[in-house]
């Protein structure tokens, strides 16, 4: 499948793809490259978790997120993991699960977003990138939830990262 790189920017390239669709006929479609990225869930303690207000000026509104980032070339997934978590929220931690991937939109993008589970927690230091409106906030985990059911928590990751911690919780042995 011939693949035409038509536009390189700072963390995305965009490439139209020709192939040819079982019935003979040509087929072009426009795709964004991403080199991946990391999706952290600060849990705090059984019951609560951190949360960032983060606005995103690509859809004009600030939205309830987990932290997250995108990896430098070669990265290794958990460095990357660390990276953010102490870049967005100040917090270090010394437990680390990783619960796999999800495609953020495979119909149109390559991008995987590798997903988190950061406990036992240390506070640190913010140092947000200068493009960076985050402020951190803890969150009783049942709020959490509540907020993803009732379409208060809008973004796909953060609502995976959740509901997946709380039913992960849900199968352990008491």
Not at 36 to 65: F, K, M, Q, S
Request: charged letters at 25%; aromatic letters at 6%.
């Amino acid at each position: 499948m011939p693949r035409e790189i038509v536009y390189t920017g700072r963390r995305v390239s965009v490439a139209v793809d020709t192939f040819t669709a079982p019935d003979g006929t040509t087929i072009r479609r426009d795709c964004i490259l991403h080199p991946g990225a990391v999706v952290i869930l600060p849990v705090l303690d059984a019951g609560r978790v951190v949360l960032l207000r983060n606005h995103r000026w690509v859809v004009g509104e600030t939205l309830w997120e987990v932290p997250a980032g995108t990896r430098e070339l070669n990265e290794p997934l958990e460095e990357c993991a660390k990276r953010e978590l102490a870049e967005e929220t100040g917090y270090t931690a010394s437990k680390w699960t990783y619960l796999g991937f999800l495609y953020a939109s495979p119909g149109v993008m390559n991008e995987q977003l590798h997903l988190f589970v950061a406990e036992e927690l240390t506070a640190g230091q913010m140092a947000p990138e200068a493009d960076e409106e985050l402020e951190p906030v803890t969150v009783q985990l049942d709020e959490a939830i509540r907020m993803c059911l009732s379409g208060e928590i809008k973004d796909a990751k953060t609502i995976t990262a959740l509901l997946l911690w709380e039913r992960r919780q849900g199968e352990r042995p008491a």
